[in-house]
């Protein structure tokens, strides 16, 4: 059984419960039953339907953001290790060094200019990069160290390699939108049945109640955009979180 079929079936056997008893109950009240109990009854659940959106609504903006600050920090995981890759390769000779920061400004640039906006817009990393940082690796290794020097910067210069390779595939899975469907769903729906009961309490039209009606129902749409707006970081919130490779890296942005 499907996640989807399970969450529907879910859905309608509570509805259908509710309703079942509700029914049942109507159809078993006496003379004795007092009507006026229900405005109550509706208060308190809307009270509650209230609440229980609430703390689902932060749950996911915990999450974004969550989220958000871990891309973030993957990036500047990226951006560091290649920057100590570049400068770990002062120890090798000429040709060797030029070589690896070469191909380190190669990568950054494209990484710059190409690889970040088709990023944004398809949540999703170019094989170019990926060719690109390989390369960087393949010349690391195709030198063997000869002095002392050598050999104490080269088993970093690997593991800062595998560290960018970890932030690169990480900010790769990043890239995608960290809300499911179903949660949308269930915010959007949640969003207008909590709207709702404002109208199911049947409010006044006076300009105070009016006015706090709107204002609440402003306050969710901007939450509702806040989750938005963080759900897909590297598109929307961290459109500058380039500078973390430009500023360390600033020849091959101006390259880029």
Same mark, same amino acid.
């Given at each position: 059984?499907?996640?989807?079929?399970?969450?529907?079936?879910?859905?309608?056997?509570?509805?259908?419960?509710?309703?079942?008893? %509700?029914?049942?109950?109507?159809?078993?009240?006496?003379?004795?039953?007092?009507?006026?109990?229900?405005?109550?009854?509706?208060?308190?659940?809307?009270?509650?339907?209230?609440?229980?959106?609430?703390?689902?609504?932060?749950? %996911?903006?915990?999450?974004?953001?969550?989220?958000?600050?871990?891309?973030?920090?993957?990036?500047?995981?990226? /951006?560091?290790?290649?920057?100590?890759?570049?400068?770990?390769?002062?120890?090798?000779?000429?040709?060797?060094?030029?070589?690896?920061?070469?191909?380190?400004?190669?990568?950054?640039?494209?990484?710059? /200019?190409?690889?970040?906006?088709?990023?944004?817009?398809?949540?999703?990393?170019?094989?170019?990069?990926?060719?690109?940082?390989?390369?960087?690796?393949?010349?690391?290794?195709?030198?063997?160290?000869?002095?002392?020097?050598?050999?104490?910067?080269?088993?970093?210069?690997?593991?800062?390699?595998?560290?960018?390779?970890?932030?690169?595939?990480?900010?790769?899975?990043? /890239?995608?939108?960290?809300?499911?469907?179903?949660?949308?769903?269930?915010?959007?729906?949640?969003?207008?049945?909590?709207?709702?009961?404002? #109208?199911?309490?049947?409010?006044?039209?006076?300009?105070?109640?009016?006015?706090?009606?709107?204002? #609440?129902?402003?306050?969710?749409? #901007?939450?509702?955009?806040?989750?938005?707006?963080?759900?897909?970081?590297?598109?929307?919130?961290?459109?500058?979180?380039?500078? %973390?490779?430009?500023?360390?890296?600033?020849?091959?942005?101006?390259? /880029?």
């Amino acid at each position: 059984m499907s996640e989807w079929l399970a969450l529907i079936i879910v859905i309608l056997a509570t509805s259908g419960v509710v309703l079942l008893i %509700a029914v049942l109950r109507q159809r078993r009240a006496g003379e004795d039953d007092d009507p006026s109990e229900t405005p109550d009854v509706i208060e308190y659940m809307s009270m509650m339907l209230g609440v229980v959106y609430a703390v689902v609504l932060g749950l %996911a903006i915990a999450g974004v953001w969550e989220a958000r600050s871990a891309a973030e920090e993957w990036v500047q995981r990226e /951006a560091q290790a290649l920057y100590e890759v570049s400068q770990r390769a002062e120890v090798f000779p000429d040709d060797v060094r030029d070589d690896i920061r070469g191909g380190i400004d190669a990568y950054v640039a494209h990484l710059v /200019a190409e690889e970040w906006p088709h990023m944004a817009d398809h949540g999703e990393l170019t094989e170019r990069g990926d060719a690109l940082l390989e390369q960087v690796r393949d010349t690391v290794i195709g030198r063997e160290p000869r002095t002392v020097r050598e050999v104490e910067s080269y088993q970093g210069m690997i593991d800062q390699i595998g560290a960018a390779e970890e932030a690169r595939a990480a900010r790769g899975q990043s /890239a995608e939108p960290s809300m499911p469907r179903v949660v949308w769903i269930g915010l959007f729906t949640g969003a207008a049945v909590v709207v709702g009961m404002v #109208f199911a309490l049947q409010i006044q039209r006076s300009i105070r109640e009016l006015v706090l009606a709107g204002l #609440f129902s402003a306050l969710i749409a #901007f939450l509702l955009y806040l989750v938005w707006y963080f759900d897909t970081p590297y598109a929307r919130s961290l459109q500058d979180a380039v500078e %973390a490779y430009t500023e360390l890296f600033p020849h091959a942005a101006r390259a /880029a």
